[in-house]
């Protein structure tokens, strides 16, 4: 089946299109020498030269966001909801596969024991129209080690295809993506083969052929947990919350009230299981009271804990945690190690 | 917690909120001698007492300002009569720096003042805070900082 | 391999063969591009993986707080003169004694950040070649700061209206997503529970929203006025891209022009917010 032929320098007039009908739209800009996804930039500051700073996770599940309002009246309070904020039609444009891939990896999760209403509102408001990597944008990236790779279209409702320097192949993969087609067509040069969308494909994997596949980390996880591999790999981790809070899937969040006098509003804020207080007990006793046993946690709870639970990694290759740890310390590295040692045997 | 927006034209009901952070040996004294000199003056001024002007942290600033305060006095003993040697010594250095500070990030230092008020200046309790309250009130209220809860 | 490596291996492989410290904590290269990252090393054996070039931009004293540093009786530290000024800061505030560390100083012309240029630091560097240290390796460079550079974006700021500054402040706190890189990375924030961690009573806000960004990033740089070394660790590390160096510089001039203190150069000096002087600027007093 032939897919949409258009002009990348167009991409920029669609994003305005969509927009044109008060979503919210969210596109990676370029701030400085970097890129971040921003909601609110001007359509024309499109820029897709490579993957954002940030992850598309904010716009689904906020760094903070009030989830109830509470106010006291003598000894009787009163509890109200609080509508999920930005829950209007959101278009996600220029989002990297990666990124997309993380929604459906992250879904069972915001809906497992308890229904959340603000992600699932928000999920159901959004679009995206993910930009598929013809190479790997940068030298971080991992998504075919857990499965995915530069042209997957999972979690995407439109995929974008840049085959050459001006040319954009475009694929309608969910019937929400079908029902962009006429913000696209007016913009159709023609018509590309699948075929072609092959060989871009091909071009992609090659590019992180170098990559090891995952394949073996959960069984040696599982018989591992009290290897000596956490304290020489995790040494150098100083407990920020950079790779958590950059990560398209880490999701952990933290309850707090903040009031005034009679009234306050409770919070859901992301929280970090590298900082040192976040399995701290009220009794003094902290189980992870050492920096190895927190960052094994990390890598348990992605390549073990969380495929035994849902069936799935939960990790999409982004690489933001490594490029941007600020001591290079790698995930990367630290699961290659493991799956290496899977299949050594040891 | 408001949550309205702010603007600087205040509704005709608005009252300056004052917080004062004063040291329990000088200013305390001095503004408990204006009360019973019935001394009148402006009814504004909410009144935290510590025990030394050493004690004065910008955390307490902050959170004032947080809870809906429109200016914020710290007051205490005249340099050389700090009933503790030399608290207001070391204040006066964090005072220094904190004010610098709230001005770099754009914080209206007129909404911020400083004193040395010893027990016997009762008259000079009532003219700072006076002056003070009439300050604030030309500005408005200051909703600006404790409405910035919404993330853009 | 440069001069600088080959030393720095000789001599923490002295160090380690001896028995004069523990360990080794330097740099080895990285596995992200040319980034090199912090490696303690405890075995003479494995000296090799030390490594120094212009990409050794963290700054290790950070990891004195942190175990298993912190409980090393020694331990070697390979140090460029601006990491030194951190470690002088901690034996000033009696944090670390003396004589655990033993500093490998590396004379440094500069190093470089990810984007490839020349942080503001090493324009204004006048320690390029340490003189505070046990042994040192690198020859001798002469310094030739620009110290005007220190304060020229600060200055810009401080050019424009309170009003145009809260403006670009609140644009930048709205990017900070509390990550508290900042501080994790930073060597002289060294307090077992910070102030942003404590919740009886909470005075610093955790959510991310503006006003707890704002009383976070001001705390985090009061707490640092007088004490900041400016070796731009916390800049560096932050992946919100907030300028946070504007905020501590900022700081350091204030510090400077009211008490005519620097930090990080005299181990026997009194921190500027202990002391005081009886002519303090009162100025602004009533």
Redesign the interface.
Known sequence: MPYLKMDSADLPKVARKLAASGARLVLPVREGDERFYRE?ADPDSLDLTTIPKNSIKEFLF????RILRYQYRGKDVTVEDVAPTAAGRTVIFGARPCDAASLPVVEPLWNWDYKDEFFNARRAATVIVTYACRTAPDEACFCVSVGLGPSSDQGSDVLLFPLDETVVAVRFVTAAGRELESAFAEFGKGEVAEEALEAFRKTGEASLAHRKKFDRVQGWLEAHFEDRLWEEKAFRCIGCGTCTFLCPTCHCFDIQD????D???RLKNWDACQFSLFTLHTSGHNPRDTQPKRYRQRIYHKYAIYPQKFGKILCTGCGRCVAHCPVNLSLYDVVATAQERAERGD | ??TEAGGSKAPAAWEPKIVAFICNWCTYTGADLAGTSRMKYPPNVRVIKIPCTGRF???FM??AF???ADGVLVSGCH?GDCHYT?GN??A??????????????????DRV????ISAAEGGKWVE?VRNFTETIRAKGPFRE???????? | MSDRTAGIRAIAGKWLQEGTVEAVLGWEQGTYRDKTAPVLVRKAEEVDRLVFNERCTNNLMTYLKRDPVRSLSTVGIVAKGCDIKALIGLIQESQVPREKVKILAVTCPGVRNADGKRPVKCAACDVNTPVFYDEIVGEKIASNPDRAARFRDVEA??AMT?????????EQF?KCIRCYACRQACPLCICSRC?AEKNQPQ???T?????GN??WN??R??HL??RCIECEACETACPADIPLML?NR??AK??EQ??GYEAGRDPQAQP???T?K?D???S???
């Open positions: 609110g906020p760094k903070t966001e903040e009031s005034c006098f009234a306050g509003y | 917690m408001t942290d910008p955390l902050l959170k947080e809870r809906g340099p030399a010594y070391n006066r250095r964090k005072f220094t720096v904190w004010r610098k500070l709230l001005d770099f990030a754009g914080i209206d230092l003042w400083f004193s040395w700072t900082y404790g409405e910035m809860i919404d993330v853009r | 700021l401080e309170p009003e145009e500054r809260h403006r670009f402040w609140r709205d102030i005075w610093i806000e959510s991310a929203h503006p006003r704002f009383a001001l705390i740089a009061y006025a007088g905020l900022y700081m204030v510090v009211s008490f500027p917010l202990r005081f009886l303090d600027d009162n602004f007093i009533l």
